[in-house]
């Protein structure tokens, strides 16, 4: 007499099933969110440039519902501006709001790198140097991208070391912010210098001379702040956003 089948056996592949198809949709909008971010944060993609859905959904190869989720997560990161009968576009910050991102920066940094002064460990140090020579050999490469994303990278490394990721998220956010308010307002102000500042404030650090680190950090906020200057740019969007070939 044969047995019959687990009478639970026959749900089982209509829930795996339900759950195969809900993670690429899940997947799908974190990627696009991801990839927009990302280009925001290199400084591929321009304040202002038009975010057409249907254009987003063939590039990503998804439907417009999924990019119609992805724009509407960066509309509430303040990374897109969502506009009736005319569609999505790369946010573009005013001034005003640029001199509040980097009032906020500022206040949250100085207190971060005062705080860090009193906890900070040697190996710690070793690692923020080793982050600075990340830095120097994407800037003397004349990696673009990469030597964007480092200098940012450092302000939420910082957060990271305090053992804070509630901050180094906030950090994320702002430096989200920051970069495309740099990409509307940004000046000729070299990636050399600052990254000569990060070494500064690291130095600081180490010696764990709070008042130096923080009057450094400030400077070092003030100093791109007072660099920033209208320069508009459009780029091709699906040259931006699309993935680079596999070697």
Do not use: W
Not at 64 to 85: C, F, G
């Amino acid at each position: 007499m044969t047995r019959k089948p687990p009478v639970d056996r026959p749900s089982r592949k209509p829930r795996a099933g339900l759950a195969a198809a809900d993670a690429p949709v899940m997947g799908s909008t974190e990627r696009i969110v991801e990839s927009i971010t990302t280009a925001i944060v290199e400084r591929r993609l321009m304040p202002g440039t038009k975010l057409a859905e249907q254009k987003l959904a063939d590039i990503f190869q998804v439907s417009r519902t999924v990019v119609r989720q992805a724009l509407n997560q960066l509309s509430r990161d303040r990374l897109v501006t969502l506009e009736p009968a005319r569609g999505a576009f790369v946010a573009m910050p005013s001034p005003e709001e640029a001199r509040q991102v980097f009032e906020v920066r500022a206040m949250l940094e100085a207190s971060m790198v005062r705080q860090l002064c009193t906890v900070i460990t040697d190996a710690q140090v070793g690692e923020l140097r080793r982050h600075l020579k990340a830095e120097r050999e994407a800037i003397a490469r004349t990696d673009v991208s990469g030597r964007t994303r480092l200098l940012a990278d450092f302000h939420v490394v910082l957060a990271r070391l305090l053992g804070n990721e509630v901050l180094a998220q906030l950090l994320t956010d702002l430096l989200s912010r920051s970069s495309l308010i740099s990409l509307m307002y940004q000046s000729a102000h070299s990636a050399e210098h600052s990254q000569d500042e990060h070494g500064q404030i690291v130095d600081a650090l180490a010696r764990r001379d709070a008042r130096a680190a923080v009057r450094l950090m400030e400077q070092h906020l003030h100093s791109v702040e007072r660099n920033l200057r209208l320069d508009p740019r459009t780029p091709d969007l699906a040259a931006v956003l699309s993935p680079a070939p596999t070697p």
